[in-house]
Protein backbone atom coordinates (compact mmCIF):
# COMPACT_ATOMS: atom_id res chain seq x y z
CA UNK A 1 0.00 0.00 0.00
CA UNK A 2 1.11 3.40 -0.89
CA UNK A 3 -0.04 6.83 0.44
CA UNK A 4 0.10 9.82 -1.28
CA UNK A 5 -0.88 13.28 -0.21
CA UNK A 6 -0.35 16.42 -2.84
CA UNK A 7 -0.14 19.53 -1.64
CA UNK A 8 0.55 23.41 -3.24
CA UNK A 9 -2.68 24.33 -5.05
CA UNK A 10 -4.44 27.67 -4.55
CA UNK A 11 -5.88 30.53 -6.71
CA UNK A 12 -3.87 32.10 -8.63
CA UNK A 13 -3.74 34.89 -11.62
CA UNK A 14 -3.21 33.89 -15.02
CA UNK A 15 0.42 33.82 -16.06
CA UNK A 16 1.67 33.16 -12.58
CA UNK A 17 3.01 29.82 -11.09
CA UNK A 18 2.51 27.10 -8.73
CA UNK A 19 4.22 24.09 -7.42
CA UNK A 20 2.33 21.07 -6.55
CA UNK A 21 3.85 18.34 -4.28
CA UNK A 22 3.19 14.93 -3.50
CA UNK A 23 4.43 13.12 -0.87
CA UNK A 24 4.66 9.44 -0.76
CA UNK A 25 4.84 6.86 2.04
CA UNK A 26 6.66 3.52 1.26
CA UNK A 27 10.18 2.49 1.19
CA UNK A 28 10.29 1.29 -2.88
CA UNK A 29 9.10 5.22 -3.93
CA UNK A 30 12.36 5.60 -6.41
CA UNK A 31 10.83 2.12 -8.16
CA UNK A 32 7.99 3.32 -9.56
CA UNK A 33 6.86 5.54 -12.42
CA UNK A 34 4.90 8.80 -10.89
CA UNK A 35 2.35 10.88 -13.05
CA UNK A 36 0.56 13.96 -12.53
CA UNK A 37 -3.19 14.16 -13.19
CA UNK A 38 -5.95 16.52 -13.30
CA UNK A 39 -9.73 17.12 -13.36
CA UNK A 40 -11.12 19.74 -14.81
CA UNK A 41 -14.95 20.85 -13.58
CA UNK A 42 -17.39 18.63 -15.00
CA UNK A 43 -14.78 16.58 -17.09
CA UNK A 44 -12.86 13.30 -16.88
CA UNK A 45 -9.86 12.73 -15.12
CA UNK A 46 -6.61 13.92 -17.33
CA UNK A 47 -3.32 13.03 -17.89
CA UNK A 48 -0.63 15.95 -18.02
CA UNK A 49 2.99 14.71 -17.24
CA UNK A 50 4.46 11.57 -15.91
CA UNK A 51 8.35 10.63 -14.98
CA UNK A 52 10.13 7.10 -14.50
CA UNK A 53 11.68 6.03 -11.05
CA UNK A 54 14.69 7.46 -11.25
CA UNK A 55 13.89 10.73 -13.22
CA UNK A 56 15.69 10.53 -16.18
CA UNK A 57 12.55 9.84 -18.47
CA UNK A 58 9.62 12.32 -18.56
CA UNK A 59 6.66 13.21 -20.29
CA UNK A 60 4.43 16.17 -20.64
CA UNK A 61 0.88 16.71 -22.42
CA UNK A 62 0.72 19.20 -25.30
CA UNK A 63 -0.99 21.49 -23.86
CA UNK A 64 1.53 21.97 -20.80
CA UNK A 65 4.63 21.43 -22.46
CA UNK A 66 7.13 24.36 -22.04
CA UNK A 67 4.98 25.53 -19.57
CA UNK A 68 4.85 22.66 -16.36
CA UNK A 69 7.74 20.27 -15.38
CA UNK A 70 7.35 17.28 -13.50
CA UNK A 71 10.19 15.78 -11.37
CA UNK A 72 11.17 14.10 -8.01
CA UNK A 73 13.30 13.49 -5.17
CA UNK A 74 13.66 10.09 -4.43
CA UNK A 75 15.49 10.65 -0.89
CA UNK A 76 12.65 13.03 0.28
CA UNK A 77 9.91 10.48 -1.49
CA UNK A 78 8.32 13.57 -3.31
CA UNK A 79 7.31 14.48 -6.99
CA UNK A 80 6.98 17.67 -8.00
CA UNK A 81 5.16 19.95 -10.84
CA UNK A 82 6.45 23.23 -11.70
CA UNK A 83 3.62 24.95 -13.41
CA UNK A 84 4.48 28.41 -14.76
CA UNK A 85 2.52 30.48 -17.16
CA UNK A 86 -0.57 29.38 -15.76
CA UNK A 87 -3.94 29.79 -17.86
CA UNK A 88 -7.41 29.40 -17.13
CA UNK A 89 -8.01 26.55 -18.44
CA UNK A 90 -5.32 24.72 -16.27
CA UNK A 91 -8.31 25.23 -13.62
CA UNK A 92 -8.63 21.85 -11.90
CA UNK A 93 -8.37 18.92 -9.28
CA UNK A 94 -4.80 17.63 -9.49
CA UNK A 95 -3.76 13.96 -8.30
CA UNK A 96 -0.39 12.76 -8.16
CA UNK A 97 -0.30 8.76 -8.50
CA UNK A 98 1.73 5.74 -8.86
CA UNK A 99 2.16 4.18 -11.89
CA UNK A 100 2.66 0.39 -13.19
CA UNK A 101 4.32 1.68 -16.03
CA UNK A 102 5.83 4.99 -18.23
CA UNK A 103 2.48 6.04 -19.54
CA UNK A 104 0.02 8.59 -20.00
CA UNK A 105 -2.99 6.04 -19.45
CA UNK A 106 -4.83 6.30 -16.30
CA UNK A 107 -6.13 3.05 -16.22
CA UNK A 108 -2.60 2.16 -15.83
CA UNK A 109 -2.04 4.31 -12.66
CA UNK A 110 -3.02 3.28 -8.87
CA UNK A 111 -2.67 4.71 -5.73
CA UNK A 112 -4.16 7.85 -5.93
CA UNK A 113 -3.85 11.20 -3.75
CA UNK A 114 -6.60 13.19 -2.28
CA UNK A 115 -5.97 15.84 -4.69
CA UNK A 116 -5.30 19.49 -4.54
CA UNK A 117 -7.16 22.23 -6.27
CA UNK A 118 -5.77 24.76 -8.75
CA UNK A 119 -7.99 27.66 -9.69
CA UNK A 120 -6.65 29.82 -12.27
CA UNK A 121 -8.04 33.50 -12.28
CA UNK A 122 -8.74 35.44 -15.86
Known sequence: QVRLVESGGGLVQAGGSLTLSCAASGRTFSM???GWFRQPPGKEREFVATISGSGANT?????V????????DNAK???YLQMNSLKPEDTAVYYCGVGGKFTSKTTDY?????GTQVTVSS
Open 32 to 34: HVM
Open 65 to 72: KGRFTISR
Open 59 to 63: YHVDS
Open 110 to 114: YYWGQ
Open 77 to 79: NKV
